[in-house]
């Protein structure tokens, strides 16, 4: 796919610099917006205008709402009134609001300045919506009918009004005032009969999303329920707009990047990582690293505890990083599995008894699995005494039982008192198992070696 | 959601206990599928296949779908054939698909005896195609309509044969060989004037892909195009079949928890955390930890290589876990943002220099952000000396350095000789930065404290 895109670029980079407008033209003809968009990346700020005015105007729109924020704001410097008029008329509602909240302020109000009326009026209405609610990502362009309505009179409704929707896949049966009352698909309007009433056919059971509600809940909703849209109310039950599958999608992308990025402590940011300053990477990724090193001042202490023993046996210290390495490597086993498991709903606090069993038992044919084959390698290869192999080995099966049981418990718990147990993941783990790797080790050592 | 599926489930344990099946018959009308079938997943063998029966046909298919295997070979072991037979007619042939994969050898021989002569045939033709491809993900059942219908002629085509099909919302254009030659959504044909040809409203530039293409790709094509449905073609360009948008969810999301496990260092799984045995659990995290385990063992080498310095100067040792641990942390921060801009295609392998570039500045600057906080702790909390100070500082600035250029360099490399860079995340990372921070540091060490 990505090799399409640099020949397409090498295509229409060849056939600018050739002049070659026509065919030019008709090569873009071919394309999905989304292709064009990605082999437009490449241009520079003189080309991109020349070129997008070859767009027919619905091609054009759907182009332009692809692009990334920089190259939108290039192209709408370059255009004169009636042509942002254009592209932002052909918008639809959610994608309006999308570029109002990406552009700078001066460009926004040219922007609001030559969409129409209503429209402005839709976009401003989307606007007062807290940030990430599904208010705030939903579109105001949908089929409303009346529950009186035959198939046929909604089928002749959905000509007259379906061009400027988003989609009409999916309508909704409100009463004149706005109330949800049922949903009806364009499916089995098609196939009822013409005379039966939308009431008849519609499902009345619908599934709908208040406008506060958290856009990720909205899109787990979509996967859970297999959805191509999702109605949303306002406090009083009036239907208000609509979430489609493709934003939902969008949404589910955008909140795996940030839960990954929390998992590897960095503060998420929602800018594609090649377009992000390196000031603001570091804004989002020091004080992470700070609060870990500060954190784990404790395992030096442990360290500096235990000083004169380690003088006094110093084969000790070439196995603290093994075992430190894995016990970090075995919670955060534990811990991404587990946070996984609650952000896909597959595990509930609940089941906490069930998950710590069943994490104890692992770990003990982890740990053991790994004591044996470490027994065999200190014994063969090191050649240490036995005494010191057995304070390892048994160290390492300890470790490894501790660290699953931490990995495990932290998300769980973190959950329950309603923090978010992505941060629960790999290093804030990883501190917590060094330490106890570390006063495990020297316990060990110091029963079994007397030191 | 998760509060009302327990009273949900509450009500209906209570219904069934008071045996009130006509009360427990309307509540279940009022519900989702989805609903039903995670309200079911607390009832026992006894009660589910009793509970079960109540639903209408249509529903019960549905609800069917979306439970889990266990309770699904329950059901099946109780039904009678021509339950059997009703529910199989009911299905979807990509899910009856996905049924026949999940049961054992003897329900399937009795899953496909019920299914009539046609859809045994559509469920063994997607069973040849290999795990994880496009084939092996579409439905075969989808509306086919030729150039020269016109909108209204291919409106009736639909109401005769949509009731079998899983979307009639896109419909596909072929010549009589079945050769794939535009796509027509069901809004234009409505839209579209009742003499018009499909040929004239269709969009010839059709996206699609083959039978052989992986579901990952295929699911990523969704997310970048917002299609509700994708065609897929034979090696000839004969369409086969469609993969619809929730089945694309339902990949992403599968291929994201796969992600996440192979960068925590777990063999992936495709089965839910709660119903997989210990022992398969261990057999997909113990090889891995053995791994890492014996990696580790190099940096026990350096340590032992420097043992009479740390014992000359036992204070460095106390400094080690968390240089190892912030180079890993630094590491990781690097590597996940990377392999996550990898998957999303925002990162290509010709975008290195400029991802190492922004690597170099950022690591320079959180290494020195990191480096003076430590400075200061060093001086006044622990009181250590000036030249000890500035080796501690020193490496932990070029550990920064060095982990967040291997952190970002090693998944690109992984991409680019095609290995998954997935596995290049924190565990290895933080093997890899281990070695080098202690290199770094013992180094700083002799050149400054002459050990």
Partial sequence: ??????????????????????????????????????????????????????????????????????????????????????????????????????????????????????????????????????????????????????????????????????????????????????????????????????????????VSVNTQEDQETVAQMFSKYNFYALPVVDGDGRMVGIVTVDDAMDILEAETTEDMEKMAAISPSDRPYLSTSPITIWRHRSPWLLLLMVSATFTGLVITKFEDALATCTVLMAYIPMLMDTGGNAGSQSSVTVIRGLSLGEIQFRDAFRVMGKELIVSLLCGLTLAVCNLAKLMLFDRVSFPVAMVVCLTLLCTVIASKLVGSALPMLAKKVGFDPTVMASPLITTVVDVLSLLIYFQTASVILGL
């Fill in 1 to 206: 796919m990505k090799e399409k895109t640099l020949l397409l670029e090498d295509s229409i980079h060849k056939l600018v610099e050739a002049k070659k407008y026509a065919s030019l033209r008709d090569l873009l003809m071919t394309l999905n917006p989304a292709d064009i968009a990605d082999a437009f990346a490449g241009l520079s700020d003189q080309t991109l205008p020349l070129v997008f005015r070859l767009l027919p105007k619905a091609q054009a729109a759907e182009t332009f709402v692809e692009m990334d924020p920089e190259q939108q704001a290039t192209l709408i410097r370059g255009f004169s009134d009636s042509e942002l008029k254009a592209v932002v008329d052909e918008l639809y509602v959610d994608d309006a609001v999308d570029l109002v909240e990406e552009m700078p302020a001066n460009v926004v109000s040219r922007i609001l300045t030559q969409a129409d009326p209503q429209t402005r009026k839709m976009i401003n209405e989307i606007l007062q919506y807290p940030e990430d609610s599904a208010g705030s990502v939903m579109t105001t362009e949908f089929v409303e009918l009346r529950g009186s309505m035959t198939a046929a009179q909604a089928i002749a409704h959905i000509r007259a009004v379906g061009l400027d929707k988003e989609t009409i896949n999916t309508c909704y049966i409100t009463d004149p005032g706005h109330h949800l009352q049922g949903v009806v698909s364009i499916r089995s309007l098609i196939l009822a009969n013409e005379t039966q009433t939308c009431e008849s056919i519609m499902n009345p059971h619908v």
